[in-house]
């Protein structure tokens, strides 16, 4: 929401370090009203300075081992000015809609905060030189925090699943249970084929079954009886309209 103000020589980030420095020895009421100050003028189109709020992130990331209230106090005043800008990103992610739905905005903004403040250290801090940078994290932060609770969510349904007893095993197909069900077609064909009456006949099966004219049948919807008499009833039929014919 502010405008990067990262120097772009040696000399100029010296400066700019010093200067942050200073403002990190304001107090946190001070620093606020200045970081609202040049988001306004953010917003206005209006030149701004982010070091402001770059100086109450250092605060409330270094101070938690040295001054607890002075880094809580930072952390108050990050979260008014920015939970805002972090419902944006939650409401724009195309899959923070049944997250939403069911628990509102709350949740998922307090754990981007919270995950961002675990994140950091005093250490790593010290790589953002912007507060574009930073805001950048903190919205990476969103996102991960959306995929987790999602990840999560399917874990509980699919436990879930599991103790209602919906699970449903993965089919594997046995080899063995091919070679039956080839055994067991190759049977039907022979009692098909001791019903047929000539060789225009087998030709009419092997048309209509093998070529998919006329009537066609999936053994695998089918028991053998089944089968042999749907396909028994087929042939009395097409003997009828041969007579019919004739």
Known sequence: MTQSTTASNPGDRIEQHARLQQL???SVSELARLLQEETKNFLLHRPSDDLPGLALFFIAITGRASNQERSDNAWACIYQQYAPLVLTWVTQHQSAAPILGQDGSAPLINAAFAKFSQALSPANIENFDSLAAILKYLKMCVH??????????RSRQNEESLELGE??????????DEV???????????A???ELKG???QVLI???????????????????????????KWLVKQRHKK????
């Open 24 to 26: 990190i020895g304001c």
């Open 144 to 153: 991960s925090v959306i995929a987790d609770e999602l990840r999560s969510r």
């Open 167 to 176: 699970y449903t095993e993965p089919v594997i197909t046995d080899p063995a």
């Open 180 to 190: 039956v069900s080839n055994a067991v077609a190759l049977d039907l064909w022979q």
């Open 192 to 194: 098909i084929l001791q």
């Open 199 to 201: 060789e225009n006949e």
């Open 206 to 232: 092997y048309l209509s079954f093998m070529q998919k004219m006329g009537f066609f049948l999936t053994f695998g919807d089918f028991g053998i009886a089944e089968l042999f008499l749907l396909n028994k």
């Open 243 to 246: 007579v019919c014919i004739s």
